[in-house]
T-cell receptor, first 114, second 113 residues
Framework: AQSVTQLDSHVSVSEGTPVLLRCNYS??????LFWYVQHPNKGLQLLLK??????LVKGINGFEAEFKKSETSFHLTKPSAHMSDAAEYFC????????????FGTGTRLKVLA | DSGVTQTPKHLITATGQRVTLRCSPR?????VYWYQQSLDQGLQFLIQ???????AKGNILERFSAQQFPDLHSELNLSSLELGDSALYFC????????????FGQGTRLTVV
């Protein structure tokens, strides 16, 4: 069965410092992995996706993630946090067993301090 | 704007009642997914339809049902509502039933009182 584990439920960073949100996955297949962001009272927006092409994936708003098969990780990073990055972030694996439904991690709430 | 439209945005109803949530997918998307987001359960997959047919079922209660119509819009019906059904219900759509990215609507916030 596919699953994702987001290692931190809350992360706080100062504005202008790097962001690291950690995600480990478990998959019997070659996975498709995604990061979504949810701002307060908003829907989910796709940040980036990995679908077996380049292992370093660049997304919107300066975010990127690196797929590391040996570590079964797909951590999200950004060099410099902005106040507008404060939100909840979800790591997602797509279940390839015929349905491709999304399996969500429990989320990491990012707080950006001025 | 993701292109996925959900109505209504907010719904307040009493226990025991029945409600219908509506989702219009992005133009050209054949697959529709429903998710429930609650504080204690996180984001849970409920059900998926692809081109009018049920493709997958997740943690969907028997009191809940869904369908996808010929014009590809989808409805999620929730009946005999309980306080614990209060949640944010998201619809998402994708072009295929495969690993394409899904685009999410803004959600319907259901409050059962």
């Amino acid at each position: 069965a596919q699953s994702v584990t987001q290692l931190d439920s809350h992360v706080s960073v100062s504005e202008g410092t790097p962001v690291l949100l950690r995600c480990n996955y478990s998959s019997s297949y070659s996975p498709s992995l995604f990061w979504y962001v949810q701002h307060p009272n908003k829907g989910l927006q796709l940040l980036l996706k990995y679908t077996s092409a380049a292992t370093l994936v660049k997304g919107i708003n300066g975010f990127e993630a690196e797929f590391k098969k040996s570590e079964t990780s797909f951590h999200l990073t950004k060099p410099s946090a902005h106040m507008s990055d404060a939100a909840e972030y979800f790591c997602v694996v797509s279940d390839p067993s015929g349905t491709y439904k999304y399996i969500f991690g429990t989320g990491t709430r990012l707080k950006v301090l001025a | 704007d993701s292109g996925v439209t959900q109505t209504p945005k907010h719904l307040i109803t009493a226990t025991g009642q029945r409600v219908t949530l509506r989702c219009s997918p992005r133009s050209g998307d054949l697959s529709v997914y429903w998710y429930q987001q609650s504080l204690d359960q996180g984001l849970q997959f409920l059900i998926q339809y692809y081109n009018g047919e049920e493709r997958a079922k997740g943690n969907i209660l028997e009191r809940f049902s869904a369908q996808q119509f010929p014009d590809l819009h989808s409805e999620l019906n929730l009946s005999s509502l309980e306080l614990g059904d209060s949640a944010l219900y998201f619809c998402a759509s994708s072009k295929t039933g495969g690993p394409a990215e899904a685009f999410f609507g803004q959600g319907t916030r259901l409050t059962v009182v």
